[in-house]
C-alpha cells in the first residue's frame, strides 16, 4: 500500500481542529427550540373566570 507523500506530519498540524459545523447556526436553533419549550410549559388557553355582577337592590326585588 503506497502512503501518501503530499502531506507531512507537520502540514497536518496547520489545518483546523474541531467541528466543522459553525457554532451561530446551532445557538440559533437551539434558541428556538427553548423559547418553545418555555412558550410551552407557561400553559395554553387558560379557563374562563366567573364575573359578578353588582344587581341594585331595587332589580333584586322585581
Known amino acids: 500500500m503506497k502512503k501518501n507523500r503530499n502531506f507531512s506530519s ?27 419549550a ?3 410549559s407557561r400553559g395554553g388557553e387558560q379557563p374562563q373566570a366567573q364575573v359578578e355582577k353588582a344587581i341594585p337592590a331595587e332589580k333584586l326585588g322585581q
Open 10 to 36: 507537520f502540514e497536518g498540524s496547520r489545518r483546523r481542529r474541531g467541528t466543522n459545523l459553525p457554532i451561530l447556526p446551532i445557538a440559533l436553533v437551539l434558541l428556538v427550540i427553548l423559547l418553545l
Open 38 to 40: 418555555f412558550f410551552w
